[in-house]
Each structure stands twice: as C-alpha cells, then as structure tokens.
C-alpha cells in the first residue's frame, strides 16, 4: 500500500532501492506492482529507473521469458550490449528449450541485428528457415556465415547444395571448387568422396554433373592435391585454390544458356545471389511480444 502511495504521489522516486525489501519479502506477490512502476517509469523516459526495476523482476523469477526478454531490449536501448546479449541468449535457450521455435526466430534475428556476428546464431538461423521451407533466407543467414567463417566448410556445402537447388548451378559449382579446396587442405580423402558423392544428388542437370565428376577426378588423382594455404585467405568462391605451383585449373564451361541465365539472376562482384525481387522476400516482418510472451512471425 505504501508502494503504492508513493507511486501515485512521486513515481520517479519509486525505484529499486525502495522496492527490493518488498520484493524480498512478497516475492512474486509483488510482481504485478513493479510491472506498474517499470511501465510508469519507461512511460517518462526513465529507462534506468525501469531497467532496475525490471532486473529485480528477473531476479525474483528468472524462469519468466518475456520478463528478461523486455529486459534485454531495453539494454539494447540503453546501448549496454554485452548484458544484452547475455540476456538474449538466456531467453533463446529457454525458448527453444520450449519449441518456441516462431518465437526463438525473433530473439535470433535480434542477435544478429543488434550484438554482432556470432557464428552459432547464424548457423541456427539458417537451419531453422531451412526448416520452415524458406531457403531464401537460409541463403541470406548462410552468407554471413560464409563472410564471418569463411573456412567453415558445413556453411559453404549448405550454400553450394541450396544454390543448386535454386538452379544456380554456376555459383554453386564455384562455391564447390572452394568447399574442395578446404577439404583438401582440413580433411581425409574419404571425406572428399563423401563430399563429392552429395554434391552429385543436388542436382541432375548433365553439364552440372560432369563438372562433379571433373573436379572430382582432379581432386583425387593420384598423389593428391596440394593446396596452397593462400588460396584459403578470403571467403570469395570465385578465386580458385592453387595445386602445387600451378592454378588450379577451372571446371569445363557450362553451356551458354546456363552460363547466361547464372549471370543474370548473380549480382556482380561478389557471391550474393539474391534476385532483386527475391530481395523483398528476405525482409523479416516485425514480431510482437504479448505478456504472456507469444510472437507472432509472418513464415512464408
């Protein structure tokens, strides 16, 4: 009752301070109270006043996800990014923990946007949107995670593998001349048959599968392939790897007609591939929270 009072008479003095011994000992009875002072603290931009507020509803209940969720957010807001980020991560774990795998995608996209590159929060994104049928967005996470691990040989086979299933057969004969070369130089040669062998299932286009079993033979001749550590540096699949002292020579030539349409729908310059229509569809719609902490995410 007094909490109360005072929150009527003087809200900017209702602070954590104040509220912690009655929190102590009300516990989650109190809850309702410091969710009514957080939102009249953040109502008058006081985002400190509610941040401290909101922590000691963590503290209190730290099971409660949208909780530590709103949280998280207002660190961001705050620009306190390294508490952000743990508290992202916590609120992941439990969402998946959960299945919550809608909401999980939002925490996820926040991650990404706002705390950094991080190679996990890539990796599970594109797995997810690989998941719900949208390989387009797979592509896009995936190529982050090729510029931010560029030897990182699971991302280059799953950008190879989704661009040939686009019918982008060009790049993706590009982006497996790179997965070889990192193969080669990280891996046994049973794992470069394992390689070789799923590569010739993503597509069934002839040209395309005579370029498989070119590279293939030329990867496993006898004596091997020595790889010169400086084709490894960047994480553009266009530059081929050296073997010995010599380029490794390129894949025969598509036909025309492939070639033309590859060139058309690539942009220039560098391994993004999305069409500029496609562009649109990779825009991640704008998820809202409830209280109870459901989100809703618009899957195409």
């Known amino acids: 009752a007094?909490?109360?009072?005072?929150?009527?008479?003087?809200?900017?003095?209702?602070?954590?301070?104040?509220l912690a011994p009655l929190v102590s000992a009300l516990g989650a009875a109190a809850a309702e109270l410091c969710e009514r002072i957080a939102g009249v603290h953040l109502m008058a931009e006081r985002r400190q006043e509610a941040r401290g507020v909101l922590g000691l509803l963590v503290e209190v209940d730290p099971s409660e996800l949208s909780r530590r969720l709103r949280l998280a957010e207002l660190d961001l807001s705050l620009g306190r990014i390294d508490e952000a980020r743990v508290g992202l991560r916590l609120v992941a774990d439990g969402l998946r923990a959960h299945?919550?795998?809608?909401?999980?995608?939002?925490?996820?996209e926040m991650m990404h946007r706002h705390t950094g590159p991080d190679e996990a929060v890539l990796r599970e994104l594109?797995?997810?949107?690989?998941?719900?049928?949208?390989?387009?967005?797979?592509l896009e996470k995936l190529e982050a995670l090729h510029r931010v691990a560029p030897h990182d040989?699971?991302?280059?086979?799953?950008?190879?593998?989704?661009?040939?299933?686009l019918g982008r057969l060009e790049i993706s004969l590009r982006l497996l001349e790179r997965l070889i070369a990192l193969v080669v130089e990280q891996a046994e040669r049973g794992e470069l048959r394992a390689v070789l062998r799923r590569a010739s299932s993503w597509s069934s286009d002839s040209s395309y599968q005579r370029v498989v079993e070119?590279?293939?033979?030329?990867?496993?001749?006898?004596?091997?392939?020595?790889?010169?550590?400086?084709?490894?540096?960047?994480?553009?699949?266009?530059?081929?790897?050296?073997?010995?002292?010599?380029?490794?020579?390129?894949?025969?030539?598509?036909?025309r007609a492939m070639r033309r349409s590859a060139r058309a729908r690539a942009a220039s310059g560098e391994i993004h591939i999305l069409d500029p229509e496609a562009d649109a569809e990779l825009i991640v719609e704008p998820v809202v929270l409830?209280?109870?902490?459901?989100?809703?995410?618009?899957?195409?």
């Open 2 to 18: 007094v909490a109360e009072r005072a929150l009527e008479l003087e809200p900017s003095r209702v602070v954590r301070s104040g």
């Open 99 to 108: 299945g919550r795998t809608t909401e999980l995608l939002r925490v996820l």
């Open 126 to 138: 594109a797995a997810i949107y690989l998941r719900c049928g949208q390989p387009r967005r797979a």
């Open 153 to 165: 040989r699971m991302a280059v086979e799953r950008l190879a593998r989704e661009h040939a299933r």
């Open 214 to 255: 070119s590279l293939g033979l030329a990867a496993l001749r006898p004596g091997g392939v020595s790889v010169d550590a400086r084709s490894l540096r960047g994480p553009d699949p266009r530059v081929g790897p050296r073997v010995g002292t010599r380029r490794w020579s390129s894949p025969p030539p598509l036909p």
């Open 290 to 300: 409830g209280a109870e902490g459901s989100a809703v995410l618009a899957l195409e």
